[in-house]
Each structure stands twice: as structure tokens, then as C-alpha cells.
Nanobody, 124 residues
């Protein structure tokens, strides 16, 4: 069955770095897009970044562009989110999700399977 499992979250000081992993199984990663979303308490889930595995195109939320990098390891079927220069406003639960590669990469409705999430807390 389709599964996405996130890991790598934690507590980090402002300016620090974390790398999140999304290990996928049960489907061929090359045919899908994988996106990272985050949700802070009391806020809606927002798209942070997306990788279209069909053509390696990438997309980023404006506030994370230049600080976050999405990538994948084809052998491990894993998608990563390298997060640098973290800010308190990056705090939230981070989810990875599988989608069909729509241009509406930012819409949660375009994704059919989700991981359980991993907590990222940026605080001094």
C-alpha cells in the first residue's frame, strides 16, 4: 500500500538547520509529485515546496525560497527538505504528500496520500 513517512523534525534555534525526510513506498516515485506542507497551531495548512518527479521541476513558497531546498534520492525512494536559516515562523507540523503533478502544487486538494507529520520547532 501507499505510504509516506516523515522524519527529521525537532527543536532548533533561529538560524539553525534541519533536514526532513519523506520515505515513500507502494508506488513509483517517478510518476508523481511530492510536496511538503506545514501547519502551525490555529492556522491553515500551507504548501512549502514541491518536486515534480516527472521533470524535476521544483516550487517554493516565497518566504522559504533561498532557504529551503527540496530534493530526492531515487534509490531510497525518499524526498528531502533541507531547511536552513530557520525562523520562528517556520514552526509547525510538516507533512509530505503525494500528488499528480498539477500546476496547482500549492493546493492540498491536489494530493491523495499524506504522511503523519513531523514537528519542527524554531525557538531560542
Amino acid at each position: 500500500q501507499v505510504q509516506l513517512v516523515e522524519s527529521g523534525g525537532g527543536l532548533v534555534q533561529p538560524g539553525g538547520s534541519l533536514t526532513l525526510s519523506c520515505e515513500t513506498s507502494g508506488f513509483t516515485l517517478d510518476y508523481y509529485a511530492i510536496a511538503w506542507f506545514r501547519q502551525a497551531p490555529g492556522k491553515e495548512r500551507e504548501a512549502v515546496s514541491c518536486l515534480h518527479n516527472s521533470d524535476d521541476s521544483t516550487y517554493y513558497l516565497d518566504s522559504v525560497r533561498g532557504r529551503f531546498t527540496i530534493s530526492r534520492d531515487k534509490v531510497k525512494n525518499t524526498v528531502y527538505l533541507q531547511m536552513n536559516n530557520l525562523r520562528p515562523e517556520d514552526t509547525g507540523v510538516y507533512f509530505c504528500a503525494r500528488g499528480g503533478g498539477s500546476y496547482r502544487w500549492y493546493s492540498p486538494r491536489e494530493y491523495d496520500y499524506w504522511g503523519q507529520g513531523t514537528q519542527v520547532t524554531v525557538s531560542s
